[in-house]
């Protein structure tokens, strides 16, 4: 009985699947790379090179989140990111409360996200496989 609920459920999905996303507009998740040369957008400024992009977040900054972001475009639908970012927990009470602080105590959060990111198109369907791999170093 479950194996057969299973069939069902697949073959109702490959389905609505085709019959959804046989139109000409769909929607990739992937954010198109910016032209060669330097860029700006709301929350980042950084450099495009060839498939390679190099960005930061600046409005992070006032809060002690510094960051440095590598994406590599292997395709137009493949892409290979990189983020890190450093976190000073006591800089808002350093840099805006002036409060003293003990230097022999000072402690930074390191943390990386990296994934691959495809959008596979097969016919009218979009698979979207995605792995992602977090680090965090104290």
């Known amino acids: ?6 069939v069902l459920t697949l073959v109702s999905f490959l389905f609505v699947s085709i019959l959804f996303s046989a139109e000409p507009q769909f929607v990739l998740s992937i954010v ?6 330097f860029f700006v957008e709301f929350t980042a400024i950084g450099f495009s090179f060839g498939n390679t992009e190099i960005s930061t977040q600046p409005l992070l900054d006032v809060l002690g989140l510094f960051n440095l972001r590598l994406r590599n475009y292997l395709s ?20 805006y409360a ?4 003990n230097e022999s105590i000072q402690m930074y959060v390191v943390f990386n996200r990296s994934y ?3 959008n596979l198109l097969l016919g009218p369907i979009i698979i979207k496989p995605y792995g992602e791999l977090l680090t965090v170093l104290i």
């Not at 198109?32 to 040369?37: A, D, I, T, W, Y």
């Not at 002036?98 to 602080?101: L, R, V």
């Open 116 to 118: 691959l990111h495809n």
């Open 98 to 101: 002036g409060e003293p602080y």
């Open 32 to 37: 198109p790379q910016h032209k060669e040369g």
């Open 1 to 6: 009985m479950l194996k057969r609920l299973f």
């Open 76 to 95: 137009p639908t493949f892409v290979l990111s990189t983020e890190t970012y450093l976190f000073d927990p006591f800089f808002i009470s350093k840099a």
